[in-house]
Structures are given as C-alpha cells and as structure tokens.
C-alpha cells in the first residue's frame, strides 16, 4: 500500500516533516509500530532513491531499502535529537548501499532500471527513457548522487556535502554541471 | 527540458518506483523481537550553538576548495550585466543573461584573498554573492565596525540595472543582518559611466568605486577648508570611511542609494579629537572660542581637523581619527585678537572681540549621533541559514535555463 504514495515535491513539506521523522525515531525506540509504518511512509522513497542512485541495480536498492529500516529499528536509540533526522536516516542508507557495493556479488543492471523507471511517470515515454539515461549513465555517479539527493529530498547543498562527505564547493559545481549535462543530453537525442 | 521539470519528473519515477518492503520489515521485527522499548540516550536539542561551527565549516570549505580564481574558461560568452562590490576588497562579477556567472575577479589584493580558490564559474548569481559576502565576513572585511559595501550594476538596460542593484542590496542586507550587523549598502546602477571607467582604469580601482567617488565631488561635498575634495585624496579609502565622511558633513551623493549607516567605532569621536588638539597645545576647553572639529581626508584616512583659539593663538590639529595620533600642527597669532578685551584672560563674558562670538558654539559636542551607530545586537546565529536557504532558490526560480551557450569544458 504504502508503495504509492505521493510524496508532495515540496520543500516546505520536508522541512514541516523533518520533527515528525524526530517524533518516529522516539517512538520506534519505545517500541512503537505504527511509527515503523509512519517513518517508512515518510522516508522510503528518499532511501529507495539514494540507495538506486548509489547501486544502480533495483533489487539491490531494494533489499538496502529493507536493510535500513531494520537497521533504524535496532538503533533507533541512539539517534541524538538534533533537527536532522534525515542525515543520519541516509548516512546508513549510504553505508549499507557502500557495503553492498563492496560485495563481489553485486552487478550495476542500468537496462532494467532504464526498462522501468520511465513507465512510473506521466508523459511521453521516450522523453522518460532518455531522461533516465541521462540520469543513469550519462552524468557520473557523483553528479548523480548529488542530483538524486536533491530531487528525492530537496535537501540544501550543505547537507548533501555532509552526507556525502564531499566539499561543499564540489556538491555545488557538480549539481549545476549535472542539471546541464542531463539538459544537454535530451536536447541532443530529440535533435 | 526544464530543470525544474528534470526534478520533479525524477522525483517521480523514484517515489513511484519505490518497492514496498514495509511488510517484510515488520515481520522481521515481529520475528527477531526488534521493536522493543529502549533506553534512549536522546539528548536536549542544541540547535545553534552547533550550528554556527558547523556551517562556518562549509563556508570555510566552499572557499578553501575550489581551485581558480579567474575564469577565463567563459570569454566567449556575452555578460548581461557586470557588477561591482567594494568594501575594501573590491571584486567584479560579470552574469550573463541567464543570471549565471562568467566570471568573478578580484580588482585588489583584497579581493584575492576574498575569492581565494573560489570557483564561481556557472554558479547562479544569488549562491555567487552569498559565498562573496561569507568570505567577506569570514576574513574581517565586513565587521560591526566595517559594516559598508558599494553595490555596483551595469547593465544596458537601467531599469534591469536597478532591479538587480535592489536584489542583490536586500540580500547582503538579510546576509549581514543575520550576522548581527547592521550594514550601510551604498548601491548605484547605470548603464554607462566612460568618465568612472577611465578614472577606474588609470587608478586600478574598480568602475563602481571610482563612479561613487566622482560623484562624491561632483554633490558638491567639501573638505574642512571649503574646498571640493580631489579624486586622488578619495580614492585610497574604504567605502566605510568614504560613507562616514559623507555623513559626517551630513552630504548625500546623487546617484546613490544608501541604506543604513556606517559605523564610526573603529574612530574616536569628535570630542575625543577636540581634548586630544587642546591638551597638546596646553591649554583648557574654557578658554578656547572658535572651536571647528572636522572630518576630513587626507593621504588615504580619515582625520579629524581641530580648529581653536586660545589666548592670541589659532590652533589647527590634524589628528588621526582612528588611532588619535597628531599627524600635523600648525599655530599662529590670531590676527583678530584683541588684546584690549583679552588682556584679563579670565573672561569671556562681555568679550567685545567682533569675530569670535562663540566661545562656546551650541551643538558642537553634542553632535555625536552619527558615531553612536554601532549596534551591538544579540546574536542571531542563522545568517548562514540564509546562505542555504540560496541555494534551495536557485534551484527553483530559475526560468532561464535555455541552455543556449556551448559549454564544451564538462568532459575536462
């Protein structure tokens, strides 16, 4: 069910959501489930989204979408209050991600990503397809996780440099030369 | 494809595509016993008091890392508007129409250190004043006591000239602001100016500089002698201290728009000054008439001139007005002395000498308004809020993005 939900693209929206994600983590270490379900409908598609990007495989982001919630659930107690719930949510997603990337298992399989990312969008079809090329294999993996953590969470140049542990002064240039580089792309293949 | 369009299509694609593993993640906590009540170690929130480290940190970041001062990758492009900010660091931003920047200069060595590996190429112009202003501050330029900046915006177009002067203004002001200070933003827009052009160029100075200052000649401002001031007596100082010499002689300078105003505390006061003149010339506040104190300029500072009588002397100070230092002295016999009513020193009631009928002239030490500027606010620790807030703007406000210049430097 909770698959398709919308998450409103709005900043306003995540910044209102950030102390309810806070209020989750509390009640998920006092052994609440309805905030489980809660925090998931808040934050899958953020983690499911950041761990793609990282991946590049579907059921692997899949299985780290999975992995993190159990890992939150165990931890969630050591969670500090400090008004970034988000950073810590997705500095384990990264981890996990890293880890799973580390694996002599792991295989990047763009062709499916490409075969089914695009149907999940209104429009024309081909226009998603090359948007996600674009996305997938045209920009570099760095400018994509920049990308992907602005538009899966809007979040502020600052806070994806931190989670991505990168200078703040490379989330910038790269995010501007990802948007150009994806425009580029698209203005390319309908030519 | 819009950016904007690019986001939120992608976003999209994610949210829709995003499995459903809550079920199994349930079960998993039902069947390993995870979801247990657990001794918290939460702690109080301490918003600001790391906020300030922590951002300053990213700030600090954003000009330590990135390689290249000027750009010259971008000459082919064409800049809209060119803009110009002086402090005393003065650096030169050329944008083009898409409001992104071509390329950022440094017209002093000032301004170096204020774009030290600063990489601004492409960014849009609100990010590029934010970390402008931020290094400003983090290197002292800008300080409660330095608190003036000259925004300067060229651009054929007068009217897209003043929008983006009255833009660009609002924003160091929030900027400063939230940094706790209070800033004097002297701005001008225009379209053309060969005369501050040619001034700029043959005093390296910038073009906005060198516009304010001719039109601080041409408002008809004066030196403590009535004379107009010279270019080359203005052009050595800081746009705080060609602010406050303004005010001081409660001028206006056409063209020019100013908010706020400029703080005098890194200067002694006009009494300061005046006991300074008297004590070294000998003599007491009482027995002085004809008191003139002054600021003025000379040899790139600002100075106060001290004028008084005392006895059958005139006395002329110049003092240093930020250290208090005599720089010159110079006495002579009073011309107009009349030793007939002054030979009993002791009075200055009844003083028929014609010239010198204010011994003590109403308003000249109270007159202190204009240096009691500084405003120490509380702290107000969000200002790099503001800077990251910018950024979230940038990516939404931005109509332009026809990407229509060839950008063939992305596969370096």
């Not at chain 2, 160091?172 to 002297?186: H, P, R, T, V, Y």
């Amino acid at each position: 069910m909770y698959s398709n939900i919308v998450v409103p693209y709005n900043y306003e929206y995540i910044k209102l959501s950030k102390n309810e994600i806070e209020d989750c983590l509390k009640d998920i270490a006092f052994g609440k489930k309805e905030a489980v379900k809660k925090l998931y409908e808040l934050t899958s598609s953020q983690i499911y989204g950041f761990a793609l990007s990282i991946l590049k495989n579907i059921h692997e982001a899949e299985d780290v979408l999975h992995d993190v919630y159990i890992k939150i659930i165990e931890n969630a107690h050591t969670y500090e209050e400090n008004g970034k719930p988000m950073a810590w949510i997705l500095t384990i997603t990264k981890n996990l991600a890293l880890m799973k990337l580390r694996k002599t298992k792991h295989h990047v399989d763009i062709d499916e990503i490409i075969e089914i990312l695009p149907s999940k969008c209104e429009g024309d079809t081909i226009e998603n397809k090359q948007l996600i090329t674009a996305a997938f294999s045209y920009i570099t993996d760095e400018e994509r996780n920049i990308l992907i953590l602005h538009v899966i969470g809007g979040y502020k140049n600052h806070e994806i440099a931190k989670i991505l542990d990168l200078p703040l002064s490379t989330v910038l240039s790269k995010y501007h030369r990802a948007i150009k580089k994806i425009k580029k792309f698209m203005s390319k293949e309908v030519n | 494809m819009q950016k904007k369009e690019i986001k939120r299509k992608l976003n999209k694609m994610v949210v829709n595509s995003t499995p459903n593993v809550l079920d199994d993640v349930l079960a998993k906590c039902e069947s390993e016993n995870l979801l247990k009540k657990k001794e918290i170690k939460m702690k109080e929130k301490q918003k600001n008091r790391f906020l300030i480290p922590k951002l300053a940190g990213a700030l600090v970041v954003i000009i330590v890392c990135i390689g290249g001062l000027v750009l010259f990758r971008n000459q082919n492009r064409v800049y809209d508007s060119i803009i110009n900010f002086d402090v005393n660091p003065s650096i030169e931003l050329k944008i083009d129409n898409d409001r992104e920047v071509i390329s950022a200069i440094a017209l002093n060595d000032d301004g170096m250190k204020v774009l030290d590996n600063m990489d601004l190429d492409d960014v849009s112009l609100n990010v590029a004043v934010n970390a402008i202003i931020g290094s400003m501050l983090k290197n002292g330029y800008l300080t409660v006591s330095e608190n003036s900046i000259l925004v300067s915006v060229k651009n054929k177009d007068v009217d897209k000239a003043n929008a983006l002067k009255e833009e660009i203004s609002n924003d160091i002001s929030a900027i400063l602001n939230a940094s706790s200070i209070n800033a004097s933003i002297l701005s001008q827009a225009y379209d053309d100016d060969a005369n501050a052009q040619n001034l700029a160029t043959e005093n390296n100075i910038s073009e906005g500089k060198a516009r304010l200052i001719s039109n601080i000649i041409s408002s008809n401002i004066t030196d403590s002698k009535g004379n107009l001031y010279t270019f080359d007596t203005l052009k050595d100082l800081s746009i705080n201290e060609l602010n406050l010499l303004v005010s001081s002689k409660n001028a206006t300078v056409k063209d020019t728009q100013k908010t706020g105003e400029a703080s005098s505390s890194s200067y002694i006061t006009r009494d300061s000054a005046r006991d300074i003149a008297i004590n070294a010339a000998g003599v007491s506040l009482d027995n002085i008439r004809a008191l003139e104190v002054e600021l003025d300029a000379d040899d790139g500072r600002l100075v106060y001139e001290v004028e008084f009588k005392s006895g059958d002397s005139e006395y002329d100070y110049e003092i240093d007005a930020r250290s208090g230092e005599i720089i010159k002295k110079h006495v002579e016999i009073d011309d107009d002395y009349q030793t007939s009513s002054g030979n009993n020193s002791s009075s200055n009631s009844g003083n028929t000498s014609t010239n010198t009928p204010s011994t003590s002239r109403p308003n000249y030490d109270d007159d202190d308004d204009w240096d009691d500027r500084y405003d120490d606010d509380d702290d107000d620790d969000d200002w790099n809020d503001r800077y990251d807030d910018d950024d979230d703007d940038d990516d939404w406000d931005d109509r332009y993005d026809d990407d229509d210049h060839d950008d063939d430097d992305w596969d370096d």
